[in-house]
């Protein structure tokens, strides 16, 4: 059994009978079943009786069934009810919508309704680009899914999608104060995805892609890309890649060595694996080989996949053919995108002293944590209860929140390399050790950290497209000024 978690906290309502030893009983069989109490609170009490609501984190659904027929079988003890905290945070979903003006008279709806909207409709109309002042598209970004590669689920539909990307926009909004939709599409069709996103982009600033399988991802972003006039970012691929070369940055720092000298092995090469073997090279790294399920990428193995075809064509320089147990001897770096428990701790202990393991697959790791510890200098997870954990929120709320205020339109490598040296460079030299090689989710200064440095890359982006373009003036957003209103800075 594994260890209890926040994600499977329970409430049960207990009713037991009055005395002084009442709760103590309750609290010693929910810990004796194995759940970690959280708390305790008395709900009604009676000459002859109490009811007591107990709060705990369990391993998994069946562990709390276990918990509370451990506790129906107390004599004299009934469990009421039994609620899940995870259920009721979602009731009803977890964002709104909310006003930033006040609609109290008629002088305020006259103002933001008719007549006078008109007056803005007929501006914009005339001024397109006003959208971007005059509307929340300034602010706003689309949270743009099919439901076919959700977290570890896989292809679950759209409905069923809905609960991750609310959370994603809830997780936008807190970390960076841009204001995200959920938009979950009924078709896989490739062609259908992009013409719906196109005809919708008016309204937005941005578009977030999210757990969209690979290879469809490619093509939806690469198309969307070049045929929009605001950045698209598929967030499983680069808000992964900018996250594990911050950390990788700063692993390499804690071992003495630089990117440039190191061998890496990248297991998985989707989506998240074709970005980060993409952005380490654009960081310096020489030596990056991609395995998938049957082994090294080689010119052996070149098919019509274009994606598989880079990273023959542009890693692997030594051209290695073997399996990923065989390739991983004498590595400095393991990345993990891809499956779980296919490495045991003797395959670690085969890499290079000052070994650096980043075991990200979810929620099962590569290879268990504790055992790689044993050996490897630095380990690193995709999960919450180990150290160093590699999560996406640490990129995707201030890249967007730097590119709404520079007004945007594309994103480049270098605009994604520089987001992960700003999330590295937020870990001082002082609090640098192996358990700490990257922020935590909820350190303030990393979206602002991020946003500062993309907001400079795109407002040199923006002025060199206006200079090639041999429009100065349409650069004016991009010289190095936010607007004159802020949006809300990350905070």
């Not at 933001?112 to 909207?117: D, F, R, S």
């Not at 290079?352 to 050996?375: Q, S, Y």
């Amino acid at each position: 059994m594994g260890l209890p978690s926040p994600s499977y906290t329970i409430t049960l309502r207990v009713e037991v009978p009055a005395s002084h030893r009442a709760t103590s009983t309750v609290v010693s069989a929910v810990a004796e079943a194995g759940a970690a109490v959280m708390g305790v609170d008395i709900v009604q009490s009676t000459s002859t009786k109490i009811v007591v609501d107990v709060t705990c984190d369990t391993v998994d659904g069946e562990h709390g069934e276990q918990v509370r027929d451990a506790l129906n079988a107390i004599q004299g003890v009934r469990v009421q009810k039994m609620s899940d905290s995870t259920f009721l945070m979602h009731l009803g979903g977890k964002i709104e919508v909310s006003l930033k003006v006040p609609l109290k008279t008629r002088r305020d709806l006259s103002r933001a309704y008719t007549p006078g909207v008109a007056r803005v409709c007929t501006a914009i109309a005339e001024k397109p680009e006003d959208a971007r002042r005059l509307t929340i598209k300034r602010n706003t970004v689309a949270v743009v899914t099919d439901g076919t590669a959700v977290l570890g689920l896989g292809d679950i539909g759209p409905a069923a999608a809905l609960p991750v990307m609310e959370g994603k926009a809830a997780l936008f909004k807190e970390f960076a104060n841009v204001d995200a939709w959920p938009v979950c599409l009924d078709t896989k069709d490739t062609e259908e995805i992009i013409s719906i996103v196109k005809a919708m982009a008016p309204v937005y600033g941005g578009v977030n892609l999210e757990d969209i399988s690979a290879p469809r991802c490619f093509e939806i972003e690469a198309r969307l890309r070049e045929e929009l006039d605001i950045p698209v970012f598929h967030d499983d691929q680069h808000g992964t890649a900018i996250v594990v070369l911050a950390a990788l940055i700063n692993a390499l720092k804690v071992v003495g060595k630089k990117m440039e000298d190191v061998r890496i092995v990248v297991s998985g090469v989707g989506a998240a694996g074709t970005a980060i073997i993409k952005l380490l090279m654009a960081q310096g790294a020489r030596n990056v080989i991609g395995f998938d399920r049957r082994g090294a990428l080689h010119p052996g193995v070149r098919n019509g996949d274009g994606h598989r075809n880079w990273i023959i064509d542009n890693a692997n320089p030594e051209g290695f053919v073997g399996t990923l147990k065989e390739g991983l001897a004498g590595a400095d770096v393991f990345i993990g995108v891809s499956a779980g428990n296919i490495l045991t701790g003797a395959d670690v202990a085969t890499m290079n002293d000052g070994a650096i393991v980043f075991a990200l697959a979810n929620p099962t790791p590569e290879v268990d944590p504790i055992e790689a510890g044993e050996t490897a200098a630095v380990v690193a997870t995709g999960r919450s209860d180990y150290p160093n954990q590699i999560n996406n929120v640490l990129a995707f709320p201030g890249l967007f929140r730097g590119l709404l205020d520079a007004g945007a339109t594309k994103i480049s490598p270098e605009l994604l390399r520089v987001a992960a040296v700003a999330i590295a460079e937020v870990v001082s030299e002082e609090e640098l050790n192996p358990a700490f090689i990257i922020p935590g989710v909820f350190d303030v200064r990393v979206a602002e950290a991020v946003a500062d440095a993309v907001r400079t890359e795109a407002q040199r982006d923006l002025a060199e497209q206006a200079e090639a373009a041999g429009d100065v003036g349409s650069a004016e957003q991009g010289t190095g000024t936010r607007p004159a209103e802020p949006v809300g800075a990350a905070r």
